[in-house]
């Protein structure tokens, strides 16, 4: 059974809301996933591993950190 930390990891992106800004429109439009408020300032980018994978090689591209 595979670990659920792993699973969590490959399906979402966590992510300050301000890295977001400017990006966030493009990223909605191209990729399938949902972005929720964790909290205040942070946001959660949840999708399927495929479209994480994407999304986060695509946030790279555009100068997002993802930790």
Same mark, same amino acid.
């Given at each position: 059974m595979p670990d659920p930390a792993t699973l969590r990891d490959s399906t979402q992106i966590v992510v300050a $809301?301000?890295?977001l800004e400017g990006v966030r429109e493009e990223? +909605?439009?191209n990729f399938t996933v949902s972005i929720?408020?964790?909290? $205040?300032d942070t946001l959660r980018i949840?999708?399927?591993p495929? +479209?994480?994978?994407?999304?986060?090689?695509?946030?790279?591209r555009r100068?997002?950190?993802?930790?």
């Open positions: $809301e301000d890295v990223l +909605e439009r929720v408020h964790v909290d $205040e949840v999708g399927s495929v +479209e994480i994978k994407d999304a986060s090689e695509f946030l790279g100068g997002v950190s993802i930790p």
